[in-house]
């Protein structure tokens, strides 16, 4: 079993920075390979960011390559999305998810959940 909770959410105007957390409970974390997704308002979630359980390898969407960057520590237990030059069809919220296939981009690949948060940004 793996708890994820998220941070770092907030508003921001275009073209700036924002660094999302997610910290992790369970003694394997490195075991998974692990997700940011997010959902827009009358949309589907959609994948983001992942990264695979050594952090040796990352992969993002198209609408988000060269601005969004991904990372994790092992040791803490943590996954950060660094967002960067955001645009306001950015905003939505934010999930930080946990999976056991590397690469995965689907959410129907993934087992664990956070609750969310809120990135919102203003043009």
């Known amino acids: 079993q793996v708890q994820l909770v998220e941070s770092g959410g907030g508003l921001v105007q275009a073209g700036g920075s924002l660094r999302l957390s997610c910290t992790a409970s369970?003694?394997?974390?490195?075991?998974?390979?692990m997700g940011w997704f997010r959902q827009a308002p009358g949309k589907e979630r959609e994948f983001v960011s992942g990264?695979?359980?050594?952090?040796?390898?990352?992969y993002h969407a198209d609408s988000v390559k060269g601005r969004f960057a991904i990372s994790r520590d092992n040791a803490k237990k943590t996954v950060d999305l660094q967002m960067n030059g955001l645009k306001p069809e950015d905003t939505a919220v934010y999930y930080c998810?946990?999976?056991?296939?590397?690469?995965?981009?689907?959410?129907?690949?993934?087992?664990?959940w956070g609750q969310g948060t809120q990135v919102t940004v203003s043009s």
């Open positions: 998810a946990a999976g056991l296939r590397a690469g995965a981009r689907s959410s129907y690949e993934y087992l664990y």
């Open positions: 369970g003694r394997t974390f490195g075991n998974y390979a």
């Open positions: 990264i695979i359980g050594s952090g040796g390898s990352t």
